[in-house]
């Protein structure tokens, strides 16, 4: 293990025998954990591809032919189109919202010096520190009281409000760093504080905001308790939640269920492949800083 | 940085900034807060008096019942059980994933080609919902078909070949692998940005004082990435206290209760069997496990910056 000293020693013209030795188990050790990463989602798709026979004769090999009747099949009777409606209509207003409640709290955080400021922050960062097990049994009861169990509200509200803690904390450290002296000379130039943060200091905090974004997303996405406990209506359900029952349902139905959990995990995987910097970034923005 | 602070002038126009100032202020931070103190604060406190009733769900009225419930809990041996199987979860789902990240990491910092693509590979099964994690692991685990026995049957050891989920003392350590292999990613991504800044010419004066590998690896190396290492140990612990997904779906707390954690065991308590104020009592103990990690997890962060 780190194995830097060619790296220190600079570039050798003949290298001894041990650097290649090295090299041999670098590269198997990095390809292997990689292929540890990338097979089991190769099995999922093949398997989707199979008829149950193929499946049963042999599980693991490349599919002898493409049958495509499982994913029309899944998507038939799974009615993963709903659901994947659902999980929009949920994802979307829970991003919209954190991140637009957020933005002005964290803001207000790190601009103005409020009498009583930092105890509301404090306020907030103690719901950081909250799982949502702590109160995922009365909110239940709360959605109930307030009409929002049966409708998309029972997800969306408490996404938002679970949400804002970390988002705030994140968002106040990232206006902290901007430079402030910008929103002192457009307030000198007639703005006021309003325009000085829409016009001036918003737009600086873009890439903070985008990483958020997709923090906030890829929580919405993937979150399974949540709706699990509030969006029980058949009709709520979000793509996860329906891939469950789904499987579930079909149990000894392989290469079905398979088709069901490549059409849920394809097309993030897809989009993560394109924007995976940015995803990288977004998902590991409580443990990087900036 | 801060507000020029609103003073001096005629008192009319100091009003008049004091709006600007602070109303604004205000008025951004109060939308966030209504949101947050009745969806969280609100339930939170809830959740705190619910404990202390008997409430099945149904009653119209909770029945106050002190701290029965929380005298319940120290008796309750499949709570405590459950909090065993949280605590081998957090070892071994601390310690490894952390390890593979960093045996990752020194690789490939240790001058490889393709960063970009073995980060975007390791960290693939990061962004899978648990419940895709747990078809694939559910898959492989198969005691006919499944890709761990076939392997074993492959190279002989066909003996141990068994239904992994279906034996209580497998289980667990079957579900932590599969939740091992959907975080180590997580770990490396963190671990590499780390050692993005270890400075070389420490390494280089260790090597001149005549330190090998190991020795580097281990006095300049891990020092310097302790910030690091103490953060994600910590965001680990914290996941560990609430994992739910993984279990629900694989084993559903099974075999009997050979897998059963405290997140599923409140879960079933307060949704399957309707004992609101036993399972409000349970979702206390994991407050107070989760604040005493999230606690250090914050003052680290503070240090560390």
Same mark, same amino acid.
């Given at each position: ?130 799982? /949502?097990?702590?109160? %995922? ?17 029972? %997800? ?12 705030? /904390? ?30 001036? %200091? ?89 | ?82 909090? $065993? ?70 190279? $002989? ?81 914290? $996941? ?13 707390? $099974? ?51």
């Amino acid at each position: 293990m780190a194995m830097t000293a060619q790296r220190i020693r600079g570039v050798r013209r003949r290298r001894p025998a041990r650097y290649w030795v090295f090299k041999f188990f670098q590269y198997g050790a990095l390809i292997f954990f990689a292929l540890l990463c990338i097979i089991p989602l190769f099995w999922i798709v093949s398997t989707a591809f199979k008829t149950t026979a193929e499946v049963a004769a042999n599980p693991l090999g490349p599919p002898p032919e493409l049958h495509w009747q499982n994913f029309v099949q899944a998507w038939v009777q799974g009615r993963f189109g709903k659901y994947l409606r659902n999980s929009i209509y949920v994802s979307v207003p829970i991003v919209l919202g954190v991140l637009g409640l957020a933005c002005l709290a964290g803001y207000s955080f790190a601009r103005f010096k409020l009498p009583g400021g930092n105890i509301i922050f404090y306020v907030f960062l103690l719901g950081l520190m909250v799982p /949502f097990q702590s109160i %995922m049994i009365p909110l239940f009861y709360i959605l109930k009281d307030i009409g929002f169990l049966g409708t998309y509200w029972a %997800m969306i509200m408490p996404s938002i409000a679970l949400g804002l803690p970390f988002s705030i /904390f994140f968002l106040r450290a990232f206006f902290l760093a901007l430079p402030w002296e910008l929103a002192d000379a457009a307030l000198i130039d007639g703005c006021d504080e309003v325009g000085v943060f829409w016009k001036v %200091m918003l737009p600086l905090a873009g890439p903070g905001i985008s990483s958020l974004a997709v923090f906030q997303f890829m929580g919405a996405w993937n979150s399974f308790l949540l709706p699990l406990i509030y969006m029980q209506k058949e009709e709520l359900r979000p793509l996860v939640l329906g891939l469950m029952f789904f499987r579930n349902q079909y149990t000894q139905n392989y290469p079905l269920t398979m088709a069901g959990a490549t059409i849920v995990m394809l097309p993030i995987v897809v989009v993560y492949v394109i924007f995976q910097r940015k995803f990288i970034q977004g998902l590991t923005a409580g443990a990087i800083k900036g | 940085m801060q507000m020029v602070s609103p003073v001096g002038r005629s008192s009319k126009t100091r009003i008049t900034e004091w709006v600007q100032h602070y109303g604004v202020g205000y008025a951004f931070i109060l939308p966030a807060l209504a949101v947050y103190l009745f969806f969280v604060a609100y339930p939170f406190a809830e959740s705190i008096y619910y404990s202390l009733t008997d409430w099945n769900g149904a009653q119209p009225v909770k029945h106050f019942v002190g701290l029965a419930n929380y005298a319940r809990l120290l008796s309750d041996h499949l709570l405590w059980q459950s909090l $065993g199987h949280n605590l081998v979860w957090i070892i071994m789902g601390t310690i490894s994933p952390i390890a593979i990240g960093l045996f990752l990491g020194v690789l490939l910092w240790s001058g490889a080609r393709g960063m970009v693509v073995f980060r975007t590979v390791y960290f693939l099964p990061v962004i899978l919902a648990e419940v895709v994690v747990a078809i694939i692991w559910n898959w492989i685990y198969h005691p006919l078909m499944g890709a761990l026995n076939q392997l074993l049957r492959l190279i $002989g050891l066909g003996s141990l070949a068994r239904g992994w989920l279906g034996n209580p003392t497998t289980a667990l350590p079957a579900l932590i692998v599969a939740a091992i292999w959907a975080y180590y990613g997580f770990c490396f991504v963190v671990i590499m940005a780390g050692l993005q800044n270890v400075s070389l010419e420490l390494v280089e004066a260790a090597t001149i004082d005549g330190a090998n590998a190991w020795q580097r690896f281990v006095h300049v190396i891990i020092p310097e990435l302790r910030h690091v290492l103490t953060m994600i140990t910590t965001l680990t612990m914290m $996941g560990g206290f609430s994992v739910f997904g993984i279990v629900f779906v694989m084993t559903q707390g $099974g075999p009997g209760t050979a897998t059963q954690v405290i997140a599923t065991y409140t879960y079933r308590k307060a949704f399957q069997e309707n004992s609101i104020g036993y399972g409000a009592a349970l979702s206390m103990v994991m407050t107070v496990l989760s604040l005493v990690s999230s606690y250090v997890f914050i003052r680290l962060r503070e240090r560390g910056e």
